[in-house]
């Protein structure tokens, strides 16, 4: 079989794993059905695969979803595809998956990682979006992967086939990790806790698109914000409105008094910080006083210190909210990440190992434009300190709509682009003899 | 067939008129399967009956639910009951009704009000609950008799009867108004407004329990405040809170600054006066600016000019918060009630009559406790304004929880009660030869 | 000497006490000069007198000036025309006064309070206001008597006279009760806390003119709120606003903060209650985060009960609103008022004497109009919860200019009224055998 | 006269009109003493002097103070040392001055800008601050010389003198800007609206200090931010807190509105924001519903559009929080800068010019530290908007205390540092024969 037709067929079979993922997406920390799959493949390609409790730190995940939700959602994994072999594992949340390859050949440990999770949106079902045209749109209501992780799993596995394919070819050690719960920066943090990249010397985190182009590359992207994302109850005491409005303690009153304190929290000399109040929901009817409010709020910072400065000033305008109207609120942590900046000498492997890609045109060494906030952040920051290198590799696509758009979809030409470059980047870096030469 | 066997079947009567209403409860400008029956029974009984567009004035009405749920609640009204005699007349929550009995006699013209709309409450499905014990709870999903209405309704049609009967023992003329959606105060003054009792002398609007015990009765109450109902909505510009701030319109801030400007209203001089904003929703997601708030909010006061003030107030609040924050803000006004003092000439007629009836034991003659609010003012406002004389009389009961309450239920020994309360009501004020007789 | 002629010369002696008070008004705690005239005059007629520690306890003032602002006041006190016989016990600000007279024959204890204390306010300097064109207005800088508490002290040293010219004819025991600071509500609690009243079985307060017209006489005043005075102080950091926003803590805003929420606390049900923060200073440059706020607050309540909600409400917000914003919150209670009704048989009495009076043309037996707070309210709680009667008696007078104006200015004739009143009031008392007689 | 002792008898005069306009400080627009000696001084030199109405739009000016305080100055000025021949021309805050120097040969014209203002600050009079030590602190109760300016005014002049005793080595036209009201940033504008800087081709603004240290030079300061400075009254209405709480519009709580407002306003995602409300200051007394507050806001952003989003926001929330509260706003803008970028070639000249001074050791080419805000970018803005270059060059100089520090002073070598600085700029830039030459 020649190259070209290995292409076609790898591309193919990327295809056919990233609609699959499409059609079944899960949202955060209920990845079962896809880990399971990828769990089973890795293990049949030979790799040996730790999941669950193995690579997770539980008390480290945040925003994992109510048990109720989770149970159903394991039923229905059961019946809809998932592999019993990794199923049981995978249950309540614990839905990371680690493939390692080992050559057995002194080396660098070599990590890459991807991301599982699909988003709580309605996917449009109407034609002139590809999925539907093609029959693979979402079979779950209010559920979609409408931000490319199906794209990311579908690479990860091909990666894992070439790499095994060509496992002679290496040295050292490489760890596929499959991430849960990316949206909402809610599942990193555990995997990191957990010590999955403690001995990684090269780390490689990626993304699909995010406003590069086709055949563009960016090999490191610097632009992340530190975020903390808060889930807050105020509880009052309901009360007649005409009759007795000294009896109440309005939840909605001290909601809506948090809400200018949390707009009103200074901006920091030391960069661009955030807050937001997306969601505010109180009250139970005109003539009560509300007795409960409930907030979604995030903070973000340049810098994981600026963040920390306005996560720690909304804690205590939401504490200071609660007692000035006589009520309680409880704060959950609900997601967070750090910022970090990518290595530069292992940008710069990576800007040569791009440029060399058949499948690029464009290579932007490093972009610190903004994109949001992102948890391999926690990975990055780890490797980091603990002597590695690290970066966040964004490969170009074009988009049929923006990302968390009911209408997102992008050319599935990025698969085979993924696949390559990762494959690319893995041989150069075990051919580097030792991680010093390229220290920074 | 003696008084007493007269007056079981009449209360066996009114206890199914009631369980049936209680079983198939409608909401306000929703009640078409009840008004059809009350009409069609009340032409049996040999009244002259108008409805819908007759009584009530359409622009006047507040807070009629969208067309799409009235075209839906008219189907099922059609398939469970309605009579289709009056069914068309009704639609489009157009439900009012008024039966009349002209005696041909020279007299006064007396007209009484009952209401008979339901409330959006999932009734409690659980033993020692007595319409679920007795098989006659609310078919309706989030849909109750909790405040007996039902029991106006049933209260309406047998005074209807025993007036029919009793016919010749009268002068002038009675009315029977049956008034939808007092729940809210919406429905009183699109009947006001069409004149339905320019022309009544007398005016007694009935009201069971409230707090008052059983075989006891308030000839006047007087404490009901003036209020007004707004539904509010701001609208202003989603934008993603991390990577463009600036590019959105904040609603929910807007809305939160209403709410500490509402709160915050100047207490008035002349009397009490409250605010509230019972109910505040907003925003789309946690990383997005809120492109949209609603708010249910009331307010009152002890009189209709203490009202007006407040309602005036926050009108400035709303928009004057909106202008703040770039955003726009729609008001509606869906409910509305004026404030009204019993005529004390009328109440002393009152009292004496329920000196005499065998059901009750105390009678008080007025009460200024306040009770919450009622639209039945706006009929007793017009009519003092054309010289008649209105109270507004409630027949107490012991309840099995609050008014409102899931729980809610009555002795339906209330219901003869207010038959005999009512109906000798009428022969002592028809009897009045001249209503400047009891002038105040 | 005949009566008239007498009348005329206690006139005279009246209008000059009252023009010498009005020509060097003292603030509250700083009335010394006044104080010492009176308590000299008091003992000159041979009355018992305590002052200062005696009558009052120390730590139950409140808004007492600071020591330097007494210790000036003192000094001037001593330079114009105190009397140097009493001067040094009414130092630091201890200037309340109490003159007894014992009959020394059995008969009930009667008490009546006069106030001695004038405002910070600038006395308009112009012709058309009395005090200037007849050269007895303000010599010291904003400070003035415009409540006439100038003309209360003189028909308080007035009745003095009287009851000891007529002692004979009187039993029992009679104080007269000299009280400072009762602009602010500050005064009265620690003289009642020193016991003055404990063993009173008649109080009667004072004041005149409060929108009664002249010759008219309110017998029993009801309307009096409870009320407490705050003030506070929000402490923070400054910091550049430009450089180092984050590094301020931002007074301002507590206290912007703090006043949202303070007029937004609930209305009460059981009475009317008022809240306003008349004062708000903050900040010390446009480019610099506030590090200091202060406010003036006050609360009100219909009852006691009412007030305290209020308070309490404030005390939450004020020290929620400092923790949101990380700074500290100091809160002095400056004055404080509560609620009291007068006792209904010693009003009888009262009106009885008054209509016997030559300087009464008509008499209000009880006035529920609200007339703002007193602290007169504390002796009137304490005498009735020991068994005694209490009231508060208008006298009533027409005015240049409302209470509290730079123009205010009285008819002295009413200094004659109130002797009178009051003098006859005592004789009428005094002839009660046993006030069980009286007894409510 | 050698070189060293010149510049010694140069430094003597440059130290004693520092501290004569150290002795003699005046604040924004009231600079009529200082301009008139630096008017005369010129004119003596033989410079072509323009003044008041020829270099000044009135009505671009911002934050003038009040007419009487001009005037009070005006005959301060007069009788403390003020030139008469120029006084005149000087007053009612046109105080502005330019002297020309032109060479009559082909050649650039270059401007230098001294701001000549002091500040409201009252400076410390103890042992340990030099100008108290020595004689020469401020005689001006409230007013000091905290930033600098009067060494600005002082190089000026020294730079001017060299300039005219160095003609003939010159080329082109030399302007020498006199510049009041820099504090507030509220001269400038008028200034440039005037067109002093419109045919200028090299354009120097000047600052010691600003945390530099001495003998460093920055050659290009690109840090200021874009600002406006408003004063804001909301007018509302007096009423008694306690009686008519309703009749009142609170100026106090729109204040308060307006504050919590300001303060959440979005960032934006161009570039770094500021918004302050340094000093709110509302109410009359304690028991009156507040009917006026004052506030003085700022706000400022990273380029003049984010500042003029800011600005925009503000003025929103100001009118809708009076609006909400039924009061009026009256704002006034008071001081206002733009952004403005160093050109780089001209950063260049001046960067080689400041290696070869013998007063410098370190040179900076371009600076992008945040140092607040100068409106001397005006002129920056107008010089490169019709093809000019400039920059705004900082002469470094240790500092016994900071800016708008009470003991603020420096190193008067910085003086003669700046003028030989200056000097040196001015020959360089002559020599370039079309400015072309340099145009990035």
């Known amino acids: 079989m020649d190259e070209i037709q290995y292409m076609e067929e790898l591309h193919q079979l990327l295809q056919n794993w990233r609609r699959d993922f499409h059609q079944n997406p899960e949202i ?50 059961r019946q809809n595809g998932a592999d019993e072999r990794w199923l049981e594992r995978l249950k309540d949340g614990m839905t990371g998956v680690v493939g390692v390859l080992d050559t057995g050949r002194p080396g660098p440990v070599i990590a890459f990682r991807v991301d599982m999770d699909a988003l709580e949106i309605q996917e449009e079902l109407s034609p002139g979006h590809l999925p539907f045209d093609e029959g693979f749109s979402s079979v779950n209501e209010n559920t979609m992967h409408a931000c490319g992780h199906d794209g990311h799993t579908a690479i990860g596995m091909g990666l894992a086939k070439l790499l095994m394919e060509e496992k002679d070819s290496l040295n050292g050690v490489v760890k596929l990790i499959f991430q849960p719960a990316e949206e909402g920066t809610r599942g990193a943090k555990s995997m990191t806790e957990a010590g999955v990249v403690d001995d990684v010397d090269f780390f490689i985190a990626t993304h699909i698109g995010t406003g590069v182009t086709a055949r563009h590359v960016v090999a490191g992207n610097a632009g992340f914000l530190a975020t903390t994302k808060m889930d807050v109850v105020f509880k009052g005491k309901a009360a007649h409105a005409g009759a007795a409005p000294n009896e109440g303690q309005n939840a909605l009153v001290a909601a809506s008094t948090a809400v200018l304190g949390l707009y009103g929290i200074p901006r920091h000399a030391d960069g661009a910080s955030r807050v937001n109040v997306g969601v505010l929901k109180a009250g139970s009817g005109r003539n009560i006083i509300a007795p409960l409010a409930f907030l979604q709020i995030e903070t973000r910072g340049e810098t994981s210190e600026v963040n920390e400065y306005i996560r720690a000033q909304a ?44 499948y690029v045109d464009h290579v932007i060494p490093m972009s610190t434009q903004s994109a949001g906030s992102e948890d391999a952040t926690y990975f990055m920051e780890r490797v980091k300190e603990r002597g590695g290198l690290a970066t966040y590799t964004i490969i170009g696509t074009d988009l049929a709509a923006g990302h968390h758009h009911e209408r997102f979809d992008y050319d599935e030409e990025v698969l085979l682009t993924g696949v390559d470059l990762l494959f690319r980047t893995a041989k150069a870096l075990a051919a580097v003899k030792d991680e010093k030469e390229c220290q920074e």
Not at 41 to 64: C, F, N, S, T, W
Not at 338 to 353: A, G, H, K, N, R
């Open 315 to 358: 804690l205590s305008i939401l504490q200071g909210a609660a007692a000035m109207h006589q009520t309680e609120v409880d704060i959950q942590i609900v997601g967070e990440a750090v910022s970090s900046t990518p290595s530069e000498s292992l940008v710069d492997i990576i800007s040569e190992v791009a440029t060399s890609s058949p």
């Open 28 to 77: 955060g920390f209920m990845e079962m059905r896809t880990a399971s799959i990828v769990a089973s493949y890795l293990e049949d390609l030979g790799y040996k695969v730790h999941a669950g409790e193995e690579v997770m730190k539980r008390e480290a995940r945040m925003g994992v979803p109510e048990q109720d939700a989770l149970d159903r959602h394991f039923e229905w994994a």
